[in-house]
């Protein structure tokens, strides 16, 4: 199975700062297949990111994903108040679908 | 807006078969994939398997020996059965729709269901 990086496991940073996430997968992606997903104490994930760089409905332009093969990023602008949660990526391109373990956005 | 809701016991003795039923509303189960993936407390996302709605299944091969995915369209809700279980099987368990194909990601969750095994 692909094994999913995520670094760094926690980032401390305060609002208005630049938030960058990486994924880095055992092997290349099978077409680009990465999502992201944003999860808050007590609460589902939510979508945020398909297809490695296309944001799902009503997510605001301050997200935004890159990379390709088995380098993914995700890139928050300008961190609010209600970023600051688990993130997790996930490629599922090839069976069995893998996530990885997470990385943790906290206010410094 | 479809919404989907996990049901089912949350505590299961070591060794007896969890089961859970994720109900799918304000939309048809029809002619899409659904997972069931779990989050044991603390700890990263792991996909157990998905079924289609015509009944076709694939699970994740560490848990293959123990899992089967149904589904009932007449009521638009699928379920989890996962056997012999054991303190490690302790999660938060999500039902989730796929958004495209098999391949595709989970654009719809529910809640999620605590389920406790312990004597």
């Known amino acids: 199975e692909i094994v999913l990086t995520q670094s760094p496991g926690t980032l401390s940073l305060s609002p208005g700062e630049r938030a960058t996430l990486s994924c880095r997968a055992s092997?290349?992606?099978?077409?680009?297949?990465l999502a992201w997903y944003q999860q808050k104490p007590g609460q589902a994930p939510r979508l945020l990111i398909h297809?490695?760089?296309s944001r799902a409905t009503g997510i605001p332009d301050r997200f935004s994903g890159s990379g390709s093969g088995t380098d993914f990023t995700l890139t928050i602008s300008r961190l609010e108040p209600e970023d600051f949660a688990v993130y997790h990526c996930q490629q599922y391109g090839t069976l069995p679908p893998t996530f990885g373990h997470g990385t943790k956005v906290e206010i410094k | 807006q479809v919404q989907l809701q996990e049901s089912g016991p949350g505590l299961v003795k070591p060794s007896e078969t969890l089961s859970l039923t994720c109900n799918v509303s304000g939309g048809s189960i029809s002619s899409y994939y659904w997972s069931w993936i779990r989050q044991p407390p603390g700890k990263g996302l792991e996909w157990i398997g998905y079924?289609?709605?015509?009944?076709?299944?694939n699970y994740n091969p560490s848990l293959k020996s123990r899992v089967t995915i149904s589904v009932d369209t007449s009521k638009n809700h699928f379920s989890l059965k996962l056997s012999s279980v054991t303190a490690a099987d302790t999660a938060v368990y999500y039902c989730g729709r796929h958004a495209g194909g098999w391949r595709g990601e989970i654009d719809y969750w529910g809640q999620g269901t605590l389920v406790t095994v312990s004597s």
């Open positions: 079924i289609y709605y015509s009944g076709s299944t």
């Open positions: 297809g490695a760089s």
């Open positions: 092997q290349s992606v099978n077409s680009n297949y």
